[in-house]
T-cell receptor, first 111, second 117 residues
Framework: RKEVEQDPGPFNVPEGATVAFNCTYSNSASQSFFWYRQDCRKEPKLLMSVYSSGNEDGRFTAQLNRASQYISLLIRDSKLSDSATYLCVVNPYSSASKIIFGSGTRLSIRP | EAQVTQNPRYLITVTGKKLTVTCSQNMNHEYMSWYRQDPGLGLRQIYYSMNVEVTDKGDVPEGYKVSRKEKRNFPLILESPSPNQTSLYFC????????????????FGPGTRLLVL
């Protein structure tokens, strides 16, 4: 089993829709979680950190479910500019040196 | 402007011809790291450095070398490139490593696309 798993998609949704995807992780001791966004052929950029209590940033909401070992990302009122690959990132060992990237979920927003 | 730069951005080379990909950051970050990204495999860590003269192996270090003589620079060296090193490479830095808080945010360079024939 991979340490961090994501549905590769693609998720193809109309503009204005709400879309959500999950990411599962295998190490129950993991402490830090993030969502990064990567546009085609570009570098990943931090979208948001995921806190135990969940957090929201505008149209984006991230949740952590420790019992089931997954994190989720919800995008409301999706825009064409949300089309990208979303990378789930986990620090599985509370390590100062290593994090694990999921292989990403591709999202495509259509007009 | 705070940034991580990499050079070259694109490189086509032949098997066995030594090459270096440079990485530089202007944010005074302690931690720097190299990743490769391949379809379906996500980003995999090659090497990382917690500070000057401190480097260590990541998940896929075979065939690569690094050095950290100055805080801002972290070059990736392929002594004898092979076709299986054809990939998209990213350099990244963060303030103090990955142990917690906003300091864990990694800032990535624009990527280097390498083709080894």
């Amino acid at each position: 089993r991979k340490e961090v798993e994501q549905d590769p998609g693609p998720f193809n949704v109309p503009e204005g829709a709400t879309v959500a995807f999950n990411c599962t992780y295998s190490n129950s001791a993991s402490q830090s979680f993030f969502w990064y966004r990567q546009d085609c052929r570009k570098e990943p950029k931090l979208l948001m950190s995921v806190y135990s209590s969940g957090n929201e940033d505008g149209r984006f909401t991230a949740q952590l479910n420790r019992a089931s070992q997954y994190i989720s990302l919800l995008i409301r009122d999706s825009k064409l500019s949300d089309s990208a690959t979303y990378l789930c990132v986990v620090n599985p060992y509370s390590s100062a040196s290593k994090i694990i990237f999921g292989s990403g979920t591709r999202l495509s927003i259509r007009p | 402007e705070a940034q991580v730069t990499q050079n070259p951005r694109y490189l086509i080379t032949v098997t066995g011809k030594k090459l270096t990909v440079t990485c530089s950051q202007n944010m005074n970050h302690e931690y720097m790291s190299w990743y490769r990204q391949d379809p379906g495999l996500g980003l995999r860590q090659i090497y990382y450095s917690m500070n000057v003269e401190v480097t260590d192996k990541g998940d896929v270090p075979e065939g690569y070398k690094v050095s950290r003589k100055e805080k801002r620079n972290f070059p990736l060296i392929l002594e004898s490139p092979s076709p299986n090193q054809t990939s998209l490479y990213f350099c990244a830095s963060s303030l103090w490593g990955l142990a917690g808080g906003r300091e864990e945010t990694q800032y990535f360079g624009p990527g280097t696309r390498l083709l080894v024939l």
